[in-house]
């Protein structure tokens, strides 16, 4: 059975920095797009970031860029989301999610072409 585990989520101070992880199983992590999102209490599920089954394309929603970093370690079977300069509005849990090869592209990480998701792990900025 396909199987997708976040992890790497807590607490973290404003500004600090987490490193999420999605570790897959159950396919060849080679020929599939994934994807991050996080759902906020009272809010929609939205893209973070998604990463191309190359590697050769990759998106951040606007409020994200310049600050994390998605990349893949695919003989590890492994998706990264390394999260820096972490601000108060970050809080959510954060998913990984996997699509067909080429979904990442177009203006917006579209969430209907991910078809199997993980659990989460949660992601909480506080002082």
């Known amino acids: 059975q396909v199987q997708l585990v976040e992890s790497g989520g807590g607490l973290v101070q404003p500004g600090g920095s987490l490193r999420l992880s999605c570790a897959v199983s159950g396919f060849t992590l080679d020929y599939y797009t994934i994807g991050w999102f996080r759902q906020a209490p009272g809010r929609e599920r939205e893209g973070v970031s998604c990463?191309?089954?190359?590697?050769?394309?990759?998106m951040y929603e606007d409020s994200v860029k310049g600050r994390f970093i998605i990349s893949r370690d695919n003989a590890k079977n492994t998706v990264f989301l390394q999260m820096n300069s972490l601000k108060h509005e970050a809080t959510a849990r954060y998913y990984c999610?996997?699509?067909?090869?080429?979904?990442?592209?177009?203006?917006?990480?579209?969430?209907?072409?991910?078809?199997?998701w993980g659990q989460g792990t949660q992601v909480t900025v506080s002082s």
């Open positions: 999610a996997a699509a067909d090869p080429s979904s990442c592209a177009g203006p917006h990480i579209r969430r209907h072409k991910y078809y199997t």
């Open positions: 990463i191309s089954s190359s590697a050769d394309s990759l």
